[in-house]
């Protein structure tokens, strides 16, 4: 289904997927842990998008963080969702200026996703 994406896009994509894993990793290390589900295909997508929204909502009733923490992680979650959304977008209809304004999106994602790994791990 996606051989016939631009190399652009492709980037993009992979870019998505791998915020989502390290999303995935960071929910995982927090002291109540909450999972996201894994998955390789793209019939799970959606999956995917469903579950870091509703991280978003529940975010903040995780008794083991600090405010600031879920804070962080709330941008991140609204951030990877964004750069989701365009991405649906871009895989129907294809736009080179859509490829650069994921690609800045998932860089605030991953900076927001670093730094609630650092707060994690300074105990805040």
């Known amino acids: 289904m996606f051989d016939n994406l631009d190399p652009g896009t492709r980037y993009v994509m992979y870019g998505v997927m791998e ?37 978003s909502e529940v975010c903040y009733e995780n008794p083991g963080l600090s405010y600031e923490v879920r804070d962080t992680l709330k941008a991140a979650c609204m951030n990877w969702l964004a750069a989701a959304d365009l991405l649906t977008i871009q895989v129907r209809t294809p736009e080179r200026y859509r490829v650069e304004s994921i690609r800045g999106v998932l860089l605030f994602a991953e900076d927001y996703i670093r730094d609630a790994h650092k707060l994690l791990d300074d105990g805040s």
């Open 19 to 55: 915020c989502y894993d390290t999303l995935t990793k960071l929910c995982a290390a927090f002291p109540v842990p909450y999972i996201l589900p894994r998955a390789l295909t793209k019939d799970y997508w959606p999956r995917r998008i469903e579950a870091v929204a509703r991280l």
